[in-house]
Nanobody, 114 residues
Framework: QVQLVESGGGLVQFGGSLRLSCVASRSIYRSTMGWYRQAPGKQRELVATMMSDGTTNYADPVKGRFWISRENARNTVYLDMTNLKPEDTAVYFC?????????WGQGTQVTVSS
């Protein structure tokens, strides 16, 4: 079983920034890594993904404000969030998609105050 541990969430003011980190218990070298989020009363939604070759994909609401990156040597994926808005408030989940398996982290809360 692969463990994904997120960190970096917290309370931030409107317009502020946060960096989320996710450390995997195995190599992420060949995996697609991603971030999803779930706001209260809403469905879980894609935030960003990064394939093993570096190809990225972002949801429209975060384009130009959030950036996903990875450090394979540390089995870590990051989500840099800038110009945060109250509507970004959610639990953020890290995902690992391997060739034949996929995993989710437990999530980290991000709250943006207006």
């Amino acid at each position: 079983q692969v463990q994904l541990v997120e960190s970096g969430g917290g309370l931030v003011q409107f317009g502020g920034s946060l960096r989320l980190s996710c450390v995997a218990s195995r190599s992420i070298y060949r995996s697609t890594m991603g971030w999803y989020r779930q706001a209260p009363g809403k469905q879980r939604e894609l935030v960003a993904t990064m394939m093993s070759d570096g190809t990225t994909n972002y949801a429209d609401p975060v384009k130009g404000r959030f950036w996903i990156s990875r450090e394979n040597a540390r089995n870590t994926v990051y989500l840099d969030m800038t110009n945060l808005k109250p509507e970004d408030t959610a639990v953020y989940f890290c995902t690992l998609q391997g060739i034949v398996d996929s995993y989710w982290g437990q999530g980290t809360q991000v709250t943006v105050s207006s």
